[in-house]
């Protein structure tokens, strides 16, 4: 728990006795290879930090699969409306490597604001990182062509070129297994 609680100072401005009460409410857990953390309308909400791995947060309709993220060692990975509001989840959360987690589930997340002070003030800060995260990955869309998002992404999240099927990566650069097949063809040359 102590790269938990590394990881909590580093992101939360709390003092010693706030990260020990935060992180003791993290429960380590592990999820093999291909097993679900969260699935597409359950219930059962839930916050994780990863520790190792890599999971793929996606959707699947009729046509098409559609990779939103996938979450690295060191990032959050949730359903946000589920935790937030209590909804089902929109999204499937599946491990793609074999994977240590710390979790805290929606009711213990729920007493956080019970247990710390400052936590509706924190809860915003850190809602509002994730905001930052969402609104560079929006400009990206907008503003760079495939190869450029590829190259940027290539730049900030390297680990995803080496450990995550190329079909995956397309689907969340939103270009097709094609296209990223030839920008990566077209770098390596």
Request: with cysteine; glycine share 2%.
């Amino acid at each position: 728990m102590q790269e938990l609680e590394k990881y909590i100072k580093s992101y939360f401005d709390l003092d010693s006795s706030g990260i020990k009460i935060l992180s003791s409410f993290f429960t380590i857990e592990h999820v093999a290879k291909n097993e679900f953390h969260t699935k597409f309308g359950a219930r059962n909400a839930a916050l994780s930090f990863v520790r190792s791995g890599h999971l793929r947060v996606y959707r699947q309709d009729a046509k098409k699969e559609v990779t939103q993220w996938i979450a690295s060692p060191r990032e959050f990975v949730t359903d946000l409306s589920a935790v937030m509001f209590n909804q089902p989840a929109r999204w499937n959360i599946q491990a793609l490597t074999d994977c240590e987690l710390f979790t805290i589930s929606k009711s213990d997340y729920d007493q956080l604001k019970y247990r710390i002070p400052e936590w509706n003030d924190l809860e915003k800060l850190f809602l509002a990182k994730c905001f930052l995260i969402l609104e560079d990955r929006v400009f990206s869309f907008i503003s760079m062509t495939a190869e450029e998002r590829y190259h940027y992404f290539q730049e900030i999240r390297s680990d995803l070129f080496t450990d995550t099927p190329q079909q995956f990566l397309a689907s969340m650069l939103g270009i097709t297994p094609e296209t990223f097949s030839r920008i990566r063809k077209k770098s390596v040359s």
